[in-house]
């Protein structure tokens, strides 16, 4: 069984550049969360129109060996050609999260800060994936703790997005796992992350009973920390699989 719920705000702004939806093919499931980057008109567009074409790709075609690489290649080459033609080569860019679960496997893709967790062995482990961004390369070389990266001042600081044109290296590919064990998974843009430790993300989805019922929980803990006047807008899907 496949247990999701959805959930994005615009915080403390007048517009939300954070898009999150899921598509589906026959019974297998495609999430998909993006964060915006440019402002009004550039941030929004590029996080909806990324997330609309990976989702018309596992409406139409499903999963396959080849299917995250080639959703996130389509998807940026067609936003680079959406900046050409609007005049705002460079300015439209957003992050990339996707998780596919089908009846055999689970996979994942991701490009920016926005994160995925995956929690495993009844939610006591946890891993997640690895932000492109300045205070990552910080914390990987012990400059800073994982826990000084939700408020360190170079945060913003993204090396890979899309939207941006790529070096030799873009987006990164999960290993394909097996729908065996009960396990559960987070996609968060990092407005939500910088106000959730990871103790709290695993002790909150052992006291609640459904995806919808854990992120309300996680919910919570950002509106009492964040300022709800300024902060950035926060979106997050929780996945619980049986």
Request: glycine share 8%.
């Amino acid at each position: 069984m496949i247990d999701c719920y959805m959930f994005t705000s615009p915080g403390g702004r007048d517009n939300n550049e954070d898009f999150i939806t899921k598509a589906e093919y026959g019974e297998d499931k495609c999430f998909i969360l993006c964060d915006g980057l440019g402002g009004h008109d550039c941030g929004e567009v590029a996080s909806s129109y990324v997330a609309g074409v990976v989702a018309e790709e596992f409406t139409l075609y499903g999963d396959s060996a080849d299917f995250l690489k080639n959703a996130f290649n389509k998807a940026q080459q067609g936003l680079l050609a959406l900046q050409e033609e609007r005049g705002m080569t460079n300015a439209m860019k957003t992050t990339l999260v996707v998780l596919i679960v089908t009846g055999e496997h689970i996979k994942w893709a991701h490009i920016g800060d926005s994160r995925l967790y995956r929690f495993y062995e009844s939610g006591t482990k946890y891993e997640r994936t690895r932000d492109h961004s300045m205070v990552q390369i910080l914390k990987d070389m012990g400059d800073i703790t994982e826990a000084d990266m939700r408020h360190h001042e170079d945060r913003n600081k993204l090396l890979r997005v899309m939207g941006a044109e790529w070096s030799a290296k873009s987006f990164d590919l999960s290993a394909v796992l097996e729908r065996g064990e009960t396990q559960s998974f987070a996609l968060m843009t990092d407005g939500f992350w910088e106000y959730v430790l990871e103790d709290e993300m695993m002790g909150l989805l052992k006291t609640t009973d459904s995806a919808e019922g854990w992120l309300r929980a996680m919910e919570q803990l950002v509106l009492e920390r964040a300022d709800m006047t300024s902060t950035d807008n926060y979106s997050a899907i929780c996945v619980k699989i049986d």
